[in-house]
């Protein structure tokens, strides 16, 4: 109360605005795993949060059955990923080529839900 006897009001507190919701797309990795590969889980690790930011141990993991396996991840909306497949959450077991060779990231652009295709020829060790 004020010395006349009339209440004063509080203080209006200001809300935060409110953060526009970030689109988000689903990417769907189908992943084909080698030829004999008996391994129950692969993994997958990239560059996005959701992928684990290229720390293997915050790698996803799919179940294998029957030789496929796949995954889905909801994605910022034009965001670019890159990922890899692993046999375990071990760069050891990381995917090769045809004849054992490097493979470059696999890499898709967020613009709208993707399916992203993945023959895995070989993983580099199965420990």
Not at 16 to 39: M, Q, R, S, W
Not at 47 to 54: D, F, I, V, Y
Not at 102 to 114: A, G, H, I, L, P
Request: overall charge positive.
């Amino acid at each position: 109360m004020t010395k006349t006897g009339t209440k004063t009001a509080a203080p209006a507190v200001k809300k935060a605005a409110a953060k526009p919701a970030v689109k988000k797309f689903t990417l769907t990795i189908d992943i084909e795993t080698p030829a004999g590969y008996n391994g129950t889980y692969c993994y997958v690790c990239g560059n996005a949060k959701e992928l684990g930011c290229w720390d293997i141990s915050k790698a996803k993991r799919a179940d294998v059955v029957n030789g496929k396996a796949e995954l889905k991840v909801s994605l910022d909306a034009g965001s670019f990923i890159e990922f890899k497949v692993t046999a375990s959450n071990s760069w050891v077991t990381v995917q090769k080529g045809a004849n054992y060779e490097e493979q470059q990231n696999n890499w898709v652009q967020m613009d709208s839900d993707r399916t992203y295709d993945v023959k895995v020829w070989h993983f580099s060790t199965i420990i």
